[in-house]
């Protein structure tokens, strides 16, 4: 049997190289394509405009209403570093979010705790995303929407999974979402101290578990999760009539905030 000396030489200097080259890589970090306009472009390309993304916040917590947040952005002028809400900065979502508002046609409805408990979180949801959509101040041609389920939109409509990483005008209403509910839910501090509506907006943190369990739960939970059930049956055995919240208006649970600029 005859070897290749400089052969088995060579793969040793191949392997120390790669090696090395591996060592220099950093680690614990993912580099992430941010969203691109590349949807809405091919749609524009066809003739199809407007283009909106929407995308809610709000479905995980105890307490406050989701918001859903519509949005056409002006193709010329796309703010830059526009991402995933749940990527960016609080310092960093309140500039996009004046940015955006300052550029876009948008549009903020509402699902109130009370049509939560009526409808479910996720019926709710697609409601708020779907009033959105209609109180745009122009009808869009085509929406995306975050997630796995379409809405109920008299326009065509793409579910887009993951769609606030992937779509810029999903993750431009991601932020308006986001922005406009947590200051909402600084509001709501001011109305029901104690809570700390202000630091978690009403997410099933400890801190917010453990003042339900001691305070109950107040006109703003969300009646039907399981940890203000379990405050509810603490604090009021009996049966309790369900009380109107600040987004019941004359008895229509719904509410909407259109802008454009």
């Known amino acids: ?8 030489k060579s793969d040793g200097k191949s392997g120390k190289k790669a090696a090395k080259a591996q060592a220099e890589l950093p680690t614990g970090v993912i580099a992430v ?8 472009r091919a749609l524009i390309k066809r003739g199809v405009w407007p283009v909106a993304g929407c995308d809610e916040a709000g479905r995980g917590p105890l307490a406050g209403p989701v918001v859903a947040a519509a949005v056409i952005l002006d193709p010329k002028r796309i703010p830059k570093g526009i991402d995933d809400s749940k990527r960016l ?34 019926r709710a949801s697609l409601w708020a995303l779907a009033r959105a959509v209609r109180a745009l101040p122009e009808m869009p041609k085509h929406v995306f929407v975050d997630g796995r389920d379409k809405i109920d939109a008299p326009c065509d409509c793409d579910a887009v999974i993951g769609g ?3 779509v810029v005008s999903i993750a431009a209403a991601s932020i308006i979402a986001k922005v406009t509910r947590d200051r909402l839910m ?19 943190v400890p801190e917010h578990r453990e003042a339900l369990d001691r305070l109950g739960p ?4 969300r009646r039907f999760f399981a940890p203000v059930i379990a405050a509810r049956q603490k604090h009021f055995p009996e ?23």
């Open 218 to 221: 107040s006109i703003h939970h």
């Open 164 to 166: 606030d990483g992937l």
């Open 33 to 40: 394509a941010p969203p691109s306009f590349r949807r809405e």
């Open 89 to 122: 900065t609080a310092e960093r979502r309140e500039e996009l979010f004046e940015e955006i508002c300052a550029t876009s046609s948008f549009a903020v409805a509402f699902a109130s705790p009370a049509r939560i408990d009526r409808d479910n979180i996720l």
């Open 239 to 261: 049966t309790v009539e369900v009380e109107p919240d600040l987004f019941t208006v004359d008895g229509e649970i719904e509410s909407e905030i259109p802008a454009t600029i």
């Open 1 to 8: 049997m005859i070897r290749d000396k400089s052969a088995k």
């Open 186 to 204: 600084s509001a709501l501090a001011l109305d029901c101290p104690g809570y700390g509506f202000e630091t978690h907006k009403g997410y099933a």
